[in-house]
């Protein structure tokens, strides 16, 4: 018999043909308030669930008591809690690799764009603000020869601060967990502490996954390291920032603007402060969004979860030691 598989998440034509080959799918386009009552009828007989952007929460984990397998279409999956998964024997599955080199490229748009003031500036030409020749209100600040001190350097990390030596010939330093040796032979990266980095940074730069260690580690204190000067630019997860101080540091010069790609609240709730501010660029999390990266994540999600349900958890497994 086919397993049961939930999906919450729409996935190409194709992806849900090869799915449907090999299990019982059940398809919700997103959970919400209507269809979460379903959701949770339809976890009780689900062996794998696949999808993104949903809190699996402890009633959600409660309510699937046949699960084997989780399958998200993400990279990060600070959604779910892997310890309670890893203890009831779920495989955790995941998409590292293939939005690497999109994100990077999300993140280091941010960089310019915050920067050269470019969405801020092309607003005002919309307006019909642009009536003569510039001044120095309207400049921005350089990003090449500049400092990146990247948060986080491993696959997108490494990707960003590529982008950052050869591209635009900037100084590398990073703040992580292991030494990189790789970065700092191909890249002349400098790793440091947290606080060096800060007080260098033209760019602080956070791709740091969300863990308890990461939770709002951009606080307070560390923006009152940063230069005044300096940027900070969010490509990992909007928590790692506590979002009223990143407020108050940009209203206050503490720092000079930001480029957000991430957020505590998402989708970005209106009345969000940040959003009045002209020295802050937001992007709705498009950090892995093109047409080609988003394909290629959703096929490794469904391989991902028909390799799993079949007790192969040899490729992007993020608790394989559920098997020993
Ligand atoms: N904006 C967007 O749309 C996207 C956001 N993301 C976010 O980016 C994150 C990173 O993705 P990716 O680069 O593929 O992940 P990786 O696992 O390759 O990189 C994470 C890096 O962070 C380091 N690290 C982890 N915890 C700590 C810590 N407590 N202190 C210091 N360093 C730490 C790791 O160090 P070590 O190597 O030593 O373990 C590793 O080098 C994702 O988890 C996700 O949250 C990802 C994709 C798209
Ligand atoms: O935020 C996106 C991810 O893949 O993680």
Redesign the pocket.
């Known amino acids: 018999m086919k397993p049961n598989v939930v999906l919450y998440r729409k996935i190409p034509d194709d992806l849900l043909a090869k799915l449907q080959e090999q299990c019982q799918v059940t398809y919700f386009d997103g959970i919400n308030a209507d269809n979460r009552a379903a959701f949770i009828k339809a976890l009780a007989e689900a062996e794998g669930v696949i999808g993104v952007g949903l809190q699996f929460s402890d009633e959600l984990m409660a309510a699937a008591p046949k699960l084997k397998a989780v399958s998200t279409i993400?990279?990060?999956y600070?959604d779910f809690n892997v310890a309670k998964l890893s203890a009831r024997g779920i495989a955790l599955m995941h998409t590292?690799g293939v939005?690497?080199e999109t994100?990077a490229d999300?993140i280091f748009t941010l960089v310019l764009c915050a920067a050269r003031r470019i969405t801020e500036l092309a607003e005002k030409v919309k307006q019909g603000e642009w009536q003569g020749s510039i001044g120095p209100d309207w400049y921005g600040s350089n990003v090449h020869g500049k400092t990146i001190g990247i948060l986080?350097?491993?696959?997108?990390?490494y990707a960003v601060a590529k982008r950052a030596h050869f591209g635009f010939g900037m100084n590398v330093i990073y703040?992580?967990?292991?030494a990189k040796p790789e970065a700092e032979q191909q890249l002349n990266a400098r790793r440091c502490s947290l606080d060096e980095l800060l007080a260098d940074a033209d760019f602080v730069c956070n791709?740091?996954?969300?863990?308890p260690?990461?939770r709002h580690i951009i606080n307070r204190d560390t923006l009152a390291k940063m230069k005044p000067s300096a940027f900070f630019i969010n490509?990992?997860?909007g928590a790692s920032v506590d979002e009223a101080a990143l407020v108050e540091a940009l209203k206050s010069g503490v720092i000079k603007g930001a480029g957000l790609?991430?957020f505590e609240t998402e989708p970005l709730p209106v009345n969000s402060e940040l959003l009045s501010l002209p020295n802050v660029v937001a992007l709705p999390?498009?950090?892995?969004a093109t047409h080609e990266t988003r394909y290629e994540m959703s096929k490794m999600a469904v391989e991902n979860l028909l390799a799993a349900l079949k007790g192969d958890l040899t490729k992007h497994c993020v608790n394989p030691d559920i098997l020993r």
């Open positions: 993400s990279v990060g600070d590292p939005l690497t994100t999300t986080g350097m491993g696959r997108i990390g703040y992580n967990r292991s791709v740091l996954p969300l863990m260690e990461t490509g990992g997860r790609d991430v999390h498009i950090g892995s």
